[in-house]
Structure formats: structure tokens, C-alpha cells
């Protein structure tokens, strides 16, 4: 499956930005789904994940209340809206997909990656 995850940009703290990612290759229904982000000089840390179905979600403490994924598999889309945005939210966001058989939030777990977009939150 291919991963293409154009969007970002530069925005006020506060502001909100909604990130999409386009599955091609085989159905995003296969899979599920997650984000990463990225910091400078920092490790890829997990953001939130989404079930095949869409009815489950994970999130970490970190952006839990201000950010929601969300997916449409007839489009083989996948979504995060980030709302109250920090400067801390700033970091290259990745999307990713994984099929194994139970969620995990480690980069291992993901076999599939997006290029990266860059998001950028100024105080």
C-alpha cells in the first residue's frame, strides 16, 4: 500500500489545520491507520490511531480532547483534525498503516509510511 500525505503549513497556536492522507495500492480497509510526529532532534512518537472499521480510536495523552482521526475507506482516506493547536504540536506528521493482527502504538508496528508533512505552530 502507498501512503500520500500532502497538507501541512504554518499556522498561529490556537488555530486548528486538518491533515488527509490518500491509501492507493490495495483498500484502506485492510489496514489500520495511525499518525506520527516527528520533532527535531527528537524520536517519531505516536499521535493516534484508527481501527479498520473506524470504530475504535487511540490517542496519545498529548492531543487527547483537541485531536480526532477519522477515516473514509470508500475513499481510501484517512483524516486528523488537530484543533488548539500548540507550539509544541510542531513536528513533521507521518501516516501510517499497519496489518498486524492487534493495534500497537510503536513505529514497529507499521509496516507502510507516508513522506512526512511538515507542520508548524508559532506561538
Known amino acids: 500500500v502507498q501512503l500520500q500525505a500532502p497538507g501541512g503549513g504554518l499556522v498561529q497556536a490556537g488555530a486548528s489545520l486538518r491533515l488527509s492522507c490518500a491509501t492507493s495500492?490495495?483498500?484502506?480497509?485492510?489496514?489500520?491507520m495511525a499518525w506520527f510526529r516527528q520533532a527535531p532532534g527528537k524520536e517519531r512518537d505516536f499521535v493516534a490511531l484508527i481501527s479498520w472499521s473506524g470504530g475504535s480510536t487511540i490517542y496519545a495523552d498529548s492531543v487527547k480532547g483537541r485531536f480526532t482521526i477519522s477515516r473514509d475507506n470508500a475513499k481510501n482516506m484517512v483524516y486528523l483534525q488537530m484543533n488548539s493547536l500548540k507550539p509544541e504540536d510542531t513536528a513533521v506528521y507521518y501516516c501510517a498503516a499497519s496489518n498486524f493482527p492487534y493495534s500497537t502504538t510503536s513505529v514497529t508496528g507499521y509496516g507502510y509510511w507516508g513522506q512526512g508533512t511538515q507542520v508548524t505552530v508559532s506561538s
Open positions: 495500492g490495495r483498500t484502506s480497509s485492510d489496514y489500520r
